[in-house]
């Protein structure tokens, strides 16, 4: 995959394309699992001496905010930030709990949860996040 979808998302919230967004992309896009700030700290660190972590996370947060990492909560309760390979178009995204490795899923059946909230605690859902864990089709078979 390549980096441009990615500076165009970033063009299109109107943040600047700096070195630092730009390699902790490229490292995502480098990676086919999630990452803990504390690796993106390290892996960062060599090409940006002195870097922090709170300049990290707060990298990392920009990236959530405007999709194109997502944040993972895993059961060791570590976040954890993944690229997401469909930016932009609401979905979901399964977590193999064995290799780490993080599949996008293009369906999102939520309409009767919306319904079911609406009527029974007559509350507006605005906005949902559904984390789905389990074993891929590699780790299953082993």
């Known amino acids: 995959m390549k980096?441009?979808?990615y500076i165009q998302q970033l063009k299109g919230h109107r943040l600047?394309?700096?070195?630092?967004?730009?390699a902790a992309i490229e490292l995502f896009l480098r990676k086919n699992s999630?990452?803990?700030p504390q690796k993106v700290l390290e892996k960062l660190g060599d090409n940006f001496p002195g870097i922090s972590s709170s300049t990290i996370y707060r990298i990392l947060e920009e990236l959530k905010d405007i999709g194109i990492l997502v944040k993972i909560e895993?059961?060791?309760r570590q976040l954890y930030y993944f690229l997401c390979r469909v930016p932009g178009k609401h979905h979901h995204h399964f977590i193999c709990r064995?290799?780490?490795?993080v599949e996008e899923v293009n369906l999102c059946n939520f309409k009767e949860f919306e319904r079911f909230i609406s009527k029974n605690l007559?509350?507006?859902?605005?906005?949902?996040?559904v984390q789905l864990e389990g074993l891929c089709s590699r780790c299953k078979r082993r």
């Open 74 to 76: 895993h059961e060791d």
């Open 34 to 36: 999630y990452l803990s």
């Open 16 to 22: 600047k394309i700096t070195p630092k967004r730009k």
């Open 122 to 129: 007559n509350c507006k859902v605005e906005n949902h996040s």
């Open 3 to 5: 980096i441009e979808p």
């Open 98 to 101: 064995k290799c780490k490795r």
